[in-house]
């Protein structure tokens, strides 16, 4: 260890192995358990012959779970997108993840711009709400762009509710941002039943990637948010020409 290290560096530096020791474990599990995940994913039939019964009703029934799933409890959709993936492929599983998606989206905005605080504080929680709430002072494209590629669920769409940035900015930022997660994960799903181990293993590396980028330099992401909404310097919060956080 470094004698110039500092405490943050060491726990950063912690985070890093484990991490890069989950992620080994991961790929590892997958190899080891190829056969045994394939022939699971042949057990899933069932599920595609009750998508077949649905009939047309079955593309507009999974737009409505994903819509549900961001408004009552905005987490991430990547459960629905992969049974979308295993449903319809591809192409069309990620065209209804993504049509839901966006539709979710702006649902979320409009309630919590509609309702106010008092909603969002209800959906996400106050903690939520407190340890975030600097963003909505900030209408900058590339704030948004940012908190929206990190992997932090559905609450930027209520705390943009709050805030003053349009409707088509955010829905535009989430065409960038999240739709290609969307058609990542649908494609996880979709190839449970054609794609090698390998293959999986570099999409399930798509996704893993933004939550350890995330998660190891969130401390510094959170810094340059409240920077760039709140004029903070937030390692030198008393310095000349700022304010404390």
């Not at 405490?7 to 890093?16: K, N, S």
């Not at 484990?18 to 474990?25: D, F, S």
């Not at 309702?115 to 600097?134: A, C, D, N, S, Y």
Request: aromatic share 12%.
């Amino acid at each position: 260890m470094k004698p110039d290290q500092t405490p943050t560096d060491r726990v950063q530096l912690r985070h890093t192995i484990v991490l890069l020791a989950v992620g080994g474990v991961g790929l590892w599990l997958i190899w080891y358990f190829w056969a045994e995940i394939r022939n699971f994913t042949q057990d899933l039939a069932a599920l595609q012959l009750f998508a077949d019964q649905l009939g047309w009703w079955g593309p507009p029934a999974l737009i409505a779970l994903n819509i549900l799933q961001m408004v009552v409890a905005p987490i991430p959709g990547y459960a629905v997108y992969l049974v979308a993936g295993l449903l319809y492929g591809f192409l069309w599983g990620g065209i209804w993840s993504s049509i839901g998606l966006l539709a979710g989206s702006m649902l979320s905005m409009w309630l919590a711009r509609h309702f106010g605080r008092p909603l969002v504080i209800h959906i996400i929680g106050p903690k939520q709400l407190e340890h975030w709430e600097h963003l909505i002072h900030s209408d900058s494209t590339l704030v948004w762009g940012v908190i929206l590629l990190s992997p932090v669920g559905d609450m930027p769409y209520y705390l943009a509710g709050l805030s003053h940035v349009r409707f088509r900015k955010i829905a535009l930022l989430s065409v960038i941002t999240r739709v290609p997660q969307a058609f990542v994960t649908t494609a996880l799903g979709a190839g449970a039943f054609h794609l090698q181990w390998w293959q999986l293993a570099v999409l399930t590396a798509l996704l893993v990637t933004p939550l350890v980028l995330f998660t190891y330099y969130r401390e510094v992401i959170t810094c340059w948010l409240r920077e760039r909404t709140l004029s903070v310097d937030c390692y030198h919060p008393d310095g000349p020409g700022t304010t404390p956080i």
